[in-house]
Nanobody
Framework: QVQLVESGGGLVQAGGSLRLSCAAS????????MGWFRQAPGKEREFVAA????????SYADSVKGRFTISRVNAKNTVYLQMNSLKPEDTAVYYC?????????????????WGQGTQVTVSS
């Protein structure tokens, strides 16, 4: 069982930056692919970014490419999402997720464990 705890959300003006963190429990963190997803009010959950266990492979949704960066520090059991040039449409609850099979997919059904989410609000 893996427990995930997100932090770093908050209120920021358009054009600003935030860094989200996701701390994971367990001793096999480096074998898990990690993903970030988000869900805005009245909308379905959508993929944001994913990273392989080694950190060598990353992928991004087109809507955040060039603005967001996913990274991880396996020694700290933590994955990050650096969000720059934030827009009001980035407002959502952001969730991190872990895939024990290491696929780093954009499909949320491939992830086994989920955090509770952290709210990000971008004002215009």
């Amino acid at each position: 069982q893996v427990q995930l705890v997100e932090s770093g959300g908050g209120l920021v003006q358009a054009g600003g930056s935030l860094r989200l963190s996701c701390a994971a429990s367990g001793r096999t963190f480096s074998s898990y692919a990690m993903g970030w997803f988000r869900q805005a009010p009245g909308k379905e959950r959508e993929f944001v970014a994913a990273i392989s266990g080694s950190g060598l492979y990353t992928s991004y949704a087109d809507s955040v490419k060039g603005r967001f960066t996913i990274s991880r520090v396996n020694a700290k059991n933590t994955v990050y999402l650096q969000m720059n040039s934030l827009k009001p449409e980035d407002t959502a609850v952001y969730y991190c997720a872990a895939d024990r099979l290491g696929r780093a997919s954009s499909r949320d059904g491939t992830y086994d464990y989920w955090g509770q989410g952290t709210q990000v609000t971008v004002s215009s």
